[in-house]
């Protein structure tokens, strides 16, 4: 499971001997030699692998990984090429559209994102097939919330877009003082259809974010 880039097993090499992450591991690998679970493995740490630190501008905050076959990618709210995308994926690319008056694009594979410093993390990083939230509670909470206090505590200007009421806990972890974080009702049908997700503007806001710090913006 240590199959990430340098950048951040140099940033969090304390994390990897620690009892909780050992656990973690042996949990995982279990699953995996046992189950079906997503994404493959070799795909667990995309988010790091396409974002390295020194990248990171934005980071978008998920839950769990889509439990589905081929769909999940390692990266949050992403799908591989040529696979439907999921409602909540939907919803974030209709508001991209009327948000940024793009185009809805054909690909839900968000590797483009990540390659130009979005950290697309989801909170547990695995999942067992068809079974939402089963790889929850076993140590990843706990991996990725050092991931993003770290990210908060030795870097700055950081866009992070916390969705929906789980992402918006993750708050506590972020120094408001020195990082921006905008935050939005969840792009699920449940939440958007509501009247929480349209209209949040926090594409354009990010991009209007970092170009107040002299980054170069994303192209959603």
Known sequence: MLNLHKSWRELLSDEFNKPYYKELKHFVDTEYNNHTCYPPKEEIFNAFNYCHVNDVKVVIIGQDPYHGKNQANGLSFSVKDKVKHPPSLVNIFKEIEKDLNISY??????????????????????????NAGSHQKKGWEVFTDTVIKTLSDKKENIVFLLWGGYAKK???????????????????????????????????????????????????
């Open 105 to 130: 694009p054909k690909s839900g594979n968000l590797e483009r994102w990540a390659k130009q410093g979005v950290l697309l993390l989801n909170a547990t990083l695995t999942v067992r097939e068809a």
């Open 170 to 220: 993750k708050e506590k972890l972020i120094d408001t003082s020195k990082h921006i974080v905008f935050t939005s009702g969840h792009p699920s049908p449940l939440s958007a259809n509501r009247g929480y997700w349209f209209g949040n503007k926090n594409f354009s806001k990010t991009n209007k974010a970092l170009k107040a710090c002299n980054l170069l913006t994303i192209k959603w």
